[in-house]
C-alpha cells in the first residue's frame, strides 16, 4: 500500500447524500485509476486519469465524478445518483500511462456504506 | 475486447503442498499479464507479470507464473505453500492494442485457503 493514501478508511452515507473520497500519492506517478469492488465480481474501473486536468470514464463510470486539479490527487465523489454505492472503493496509480506494462499500486481502500 | 477468467473461486491446498490458481485470458493483440493479491480489508499488491519472453516468470514471496500462448493462460504457482499465502488472488490482462491497452481487467479472484 506504500505511497497511495487514501481516506477516509470508511465511510457512511445517508441516501440522498454525496460524499468525496479522497486519494493521494507521493509516486510521481502520471495515470491514477478508480476502481469498485463488490464481492465476487473483482475490481471494476470506474474512472482514470492519465495527465493532470484529464480524465476518462471507465465501465461503471455512471453516478461518479472525478477531478484532477493535482498530480498527486485524484477524488472520487459519488453522487447520489449512484443507486447501489455500497462497495469497497480502489485506488490505484502506474508510472507512465502510456507503457501500458507497468504495474498498478493500489491504496488501502475506502469501504462505504449507504445507511 | 479483453477479458480474463478465473474458473475457481475457491482453491484449498495442505501448507507445505505445492498450489496452482489458474487464469485464461483473452485479448486481441499480445497480452499483458499481471497476478495480484489482496489480504481481508486491504488494497491489492503486485505479484509478477509477463510482458515477453521467458514463459516462466519469477516473482514475490517465492510465487512463479506460467505464461502459454496456446492454451491463452497465466496459471499462478508456488512450490511449497504457507499458511500465510491464504488471501484473494486476481490475474488481470491489458491488451497491446485497441482501446483496452489504456485499462486493466480483472477476473472474479480466486480465494486461497492453505490448510494447516
Known amino acids: 500500500d506504500g505511497g497511495i493514501t487514501q481516506s477516509p478508511k470508511y465511510l457512511f452515507r445517508k441516501e440522498g447524500q454525496n460524499v468525496t473520497l479522497s486519494c493521494e500519492q507521493n509516486l510521481n506517478h502520471d495515470a491514477m485509476y478508480w476502481y469498485r469492488q463488490d464481492p465476487g465480481q473483482g475490481l471494476r474501473l470506474i474512472y482514470y486519469s492519465q495527465i493532470v486536468n484529464d480524465f476518462q470514464k471507465g465501465d461503471i463510470a455512471e453516478g461518479y465524478s472525478v477531478s484532477r486539479e493535482k498530480k498527486e490527487s485524484f477524488p472520487l465523489t459519488v453522487t447520489s445518483a449512484q443507486k447501489n454505492p455500497t462497495a469497497f472503493y480502489l485506488c490505484?496509480?502506474?508510472?507512465?500511462?502510456?507503457?501500458?506494462?507497468?504495474?498498478?499500486?493500489f491504496g488501502p481502500g475506502t469501504r462505504l456504506t449507504v445507511l | 475486447a479483453q477479458s480474463v477468467a478465473q474458473p475457481e473461486d475457491q482453491v484449498n491446498v495442505a501448507e507445505g503442498n505445492p498450489l496452482t490458481v489458474k487464469c485464461t485470458y483473452s485479448v486481441s493483440g499480445n497480452p499483458y499479464l499481471f497476478w495480484y493479491v489482496q489480504y481481508p480489508n486491504r488494497g491489492l499488491q503486485f505479484l509478477l507479470k509477463?510482458?515477453?519472453?521467458?514463459?516462466l516468470v519469477k516473482g514475490s514471496y517465492g510465487f512463479e507464473a506460467e505464461f502459454n500462448k496456446s492454451q491463452t493462460s497465466f496459471h499462478l504457482k508456488k512450490p511449497s505453500a504457507l499458511v500465510s499465502d491464504s488471501a484473494l488472488y486476481f490475474c488481470a490482462v491489458r491488451d497491446t492494442i485497441g482501446a483496452g491497452s489504456y485499462q486493466l481487467t480483472f477476473g472474479k479472484g480466486t480465494k486461497l485457503s492453505v490448510i494447516p
Open positions: 509477463y510482458i515477453t519472453g521467458d514463459n
Open positions: 490505484a496509480s502506474s508510472f507512465p500511462s502510456g507503457l501500458s506494462y507497468n504495474e498498478q499500486f
